[in-house]
């Protein structure tokens, strides 16, 4: 809904509220929600700007339950149960994870998710280098300035040796 027209969203309020209805304009019908009907939207507010943001008028016909990252063990946990890796390297996955999104003064909008995390243990699992690994499904998923991913790369490296 995010990526939608401001202008194409409102046609969703009287399904979203109390009304529970979608009129179809083209047709002239009006289409009456099921009793068990519920609409589910899901977004990341931190990819909104001025122009794409989600109208008040729309948001406020939702419940809002706000997520952050898991805890350290939990996202440990969660790497190893979705990629059958081993503790340690899914440890060091998270220690990553938890100093990248520590950074500050870099041009990195959008930290790195479980779901990279798990792309990276998905590959080290089938043999590829821990090191690559990271910069390909992690670095290079989060920025392509060459600074941003200078100072990614040498992060990783502190946890995995880079091979030549």
Same mark, same amino acid.
């Given at each position: 809904m995010i990526e939608d027209r401001k202008d194409?969203?409102?046609?969703?309020?009287?399904l979203a509220d109390y009304r529970r209805v979608l009129p179809l304009d083209r047709t002239g019908e009006t289409i009456e929600a099921h009793p068990d009907f519920m609409l589910v939207v899901s977004y990341?507010?931190?990819?909104?700007n001025i122009l794409k943001g989600m109208k008040p008028s729309t948001?406020?016909?939702f419940i809002s339950l706000s997520f952050d990252?898991? +805890?350290?063990?939990? $996202?440990? =946990?969660?790497?190893?149960?979705?990629?059958?890796?081993?503790?340690?390297?899914?440890?060091?996955?998270?220690?990553?994870?938890?100093e990248i999104r520590e950074l500050t003064d870099t041009d990195i909008q959008?930290?790195?998710s479980t779901r990279l995390l798990v792309y990276a243990?998905?590959?080290?699992? +089938?043999?590829?280098? $821990?090191? =690559?690994?990271c910069i390909h499904c992690i670095v290079e998923s989060l920025s392509d300035d060459k600074e941003v991913i200078d100072v990614l790369e040498r992060l990783i490296s502190l946890h995995f040796i880079k091979k030549d």
């Open positions: 194409t969203t409102v046609i969703l309020h009287s990341n507010p931190g990819y909104q948001k406020q016909r990252y898991p +805890k350290k063990e939990e $996202e440990k =946990q969660i790497i190893i149960k979705e990629s059958s890796i081993d503790e340690k390297i899914a440890t060091k996955l998270v220690n990553i994870a938890n959008e930290a790195v243990a998905k590959l080290i699992k +089938k043999g590829f280098d $821990e090191y =690559q690994a």
